[in-house]
C-alpha cells in the first residue's frame, strides 16, 4: 500500500496543489508554517476520517473560502483507488470511494491505514489515560470496523447514560431508566476490553523487540491493559461490567457522570520494572513513544496482511542521530513521508519542496 499522490483545494493554507509521492521514503521539506504538517493532516484525514488536530471541519477550510476538498490515489493490493473528501462551512463532510459516496465514516477505515507520529504523539506516554486509549481506539478501529463500531455505539450510550444521571430527579424510578443504557454499555464495553487486552499483548511483542534494539539491550519494555474487568470469556465480562454499572447507581447519581467503565481504563508503561508515565525521564518517554508506533506498523501486517502508510511530522529534530538511523532503518519497507526543514541523512528518496506562503 502507498499514496501516488493527493491534491488539495482550499485545505488549511493550500489554495490549489497537487503532491506526487512515491513508495518508500518521501522528504518533505519546508520552513516553518509553509504548511508541511497541514499536508500530512490531508492525508490522516482519508485514512482514519478525521483530523489528528481539531473536531471543527471548518477550521480545515481557507480562510477565504467555504469549502475543502482533498483527493488521493493509492496503489493497493496490485489496483489503483481514489479517496475524496469534501468539508464545507456547515460542518458537512463528504467522503467517496473510487467515486461511490459512503453513507457511513466506518466505510473508509481499512482503505488508507495510516500510522502517524509527530512531537505531540508524547502525549501517548507523559499525559491522561485517555491518550493511551485514543491510541488503541484508532488503531483497532483500522484493523476492525466491528471495534469501531462498538466504539461509536458506547460513547453515544455513555453520552446518555450521563445526561440522564445529571438531570434525573425521580431516584426511584432511576434504576429502571437506567437499565436498556446499562445493557448496551455492558454488551459493547466487554467487546472493546476483550480486543483492547489482545492489542495491548500483541503490540506489546514487537514493542519490546523494538525497544530493545533501540536502547541497546539495556531497557525493558512491559506493557499492561489495566481495567477492573479481567479478561476472559466475553459473556462473563459483560456481566462483570453490568452488575458493576447497577451496583454504582447511587455512586453514580451523585457524581452525575458514570464512574465505571473502559472509558476509565489505561494501559501501563514500563520499563525494568518502572512506571515511564510518572518517572520516566523525557529521553525515555520520547523513545517508548517511538517503540510504540513502529510496533504498530508491524501489528498492521501481522494482522491484515499489510503495511500502513508512515507520517512522520516533524520528529528527527526531537531525536539524536542514533534514534534516527533506527527510525528510518526500522521503517524501511513501507512508505514513509516525513516533513522536516532539513533533510542530511545519505538515504535513497523522494524529495519534495513545500514554499512558504507569505
Not at 55 to 83: C, F, G, P, Q
Not at 252 to 259: A, E, H, W
Amino acid at each position: 500500500m502507498y499514496i501516488e499522490r493527493v491534491t488539495l483545494k482550499n485545505f488549511r493554507n493550500y489554495e490549489n496543489k497537487t503532491v506526487e509521492f512515491k513508495d518508500g521514503l518521501n522528504v518533505i521539506i519546508g520552513r516553518n508554517a509553509s504548511g508541511k504538517t497541514n499536508l500530512l493532516e490531508s492525508l490522516y484525514c482519508l485514512g482514519i476520517g478525521k483530523s489528528p488536530r481539531t473536531n471543527k471541519y471548518r477550521e480545515m477550510i481557507r480562510w477565504d473560502s467555504d469549502y475543502a476538498y482533498i483527493k488521493v490515489t493509492l496503489k493497493k493490493n496490485r489496483s489503483t483507488h481514489t479517496i475524496e473528501y469534501s468539508i464545507d462551512s456547515q460542518d458537512k463532510k463528504r467522503i467517496a470511494i473510487d467515486g461511490i459516496p459512503l453513507v457511513k465514516l466506518s466505510e473508509i477505515l481499512g482503505m488508507l491505514n495510516i500510522v502517524f507520529f509527530s512531537p505531540d504523539e508524547m502525549r501517548l506516554i507523559k499525559e491522561s489515560p485517555q491518550e493511551r486509549r485514543r491510541f488503541a481506539d484508532i488503531s483497532l478501529s483500522q484493523q476492525n470496523k466491528k471495534y469501531f463500531y462498538s466504539l461509536s455505539k458506547y460513547n453515544n450510550v455513555l453520552v446518555q447514560r450521563n445526561k440522564l444521571l445529571k438531570e434525573s430527579r425521580d431516584m426511584r424510578s432511576l434504576p429502571e431508566m437506567l437499565y436498556g443504557w446499562d445493557v448496551q454499555l455492558a454488551e459493547h464495553g466487554a467487546y472493546m476490553i476483550g480486543k483492547r487486552y489482545e492489542f495491548v499483548e500483541k503490540i506489546q511483542t514487537f514493542a519490546k523487540k523494538i525497544h530493545l534494539e533501540i536502547t541497546d539491550g539495556k531497557e525493558d519494555l512491559q506493557l499492561e491493559y489495566e481495567s477492573n474487568v479481567q479478561y476472559g470469556d466475553v459473556k462473563e465480562m459483560q456481566t462483570v461490567f453490568f452488575d458493576k454499572l447497577r451496583s454504582n447507581i447511587e455512586k453514580d447519581t451523585n457524581l452525575s457522570y458514570t464512574s465505571f467503565g473502559c472509558h476509565r481504563d489505561d494501559i501501563a508503561i514500563k520499563i525494568n520494572g518502572i512506571d515511564v508515565r510518572k518517572y520516566g525521564s523525557q529521553g525515555q518517554q520520547r523513545t517508548v513513544a517511538l517503540s510504540l508506533k513502529l510496533a504498530e506498523i508491524y501489528l498492521f501486517e501481522s494482522e491484515i496482511g499489510e503495511k500502513p502508510v508512515l507520517l512522520l511530522d516533524d520528529v528527527l529534530s526531537e531525536l539524536d542521530l542514533y534514534r534516527r538511523q533506527k527510525l528510518m532503518e526500522l521503517s524501511s519497507g513501507l512508505q514513509t513521508i516525513i516533513t522536516c526543514t532539513d533533510f542530511d541523512m545519505d538515504l535513497p528518496r523522494n524529495t519534495v519542496f513545500i514554499e512558504k506562503k507569505e
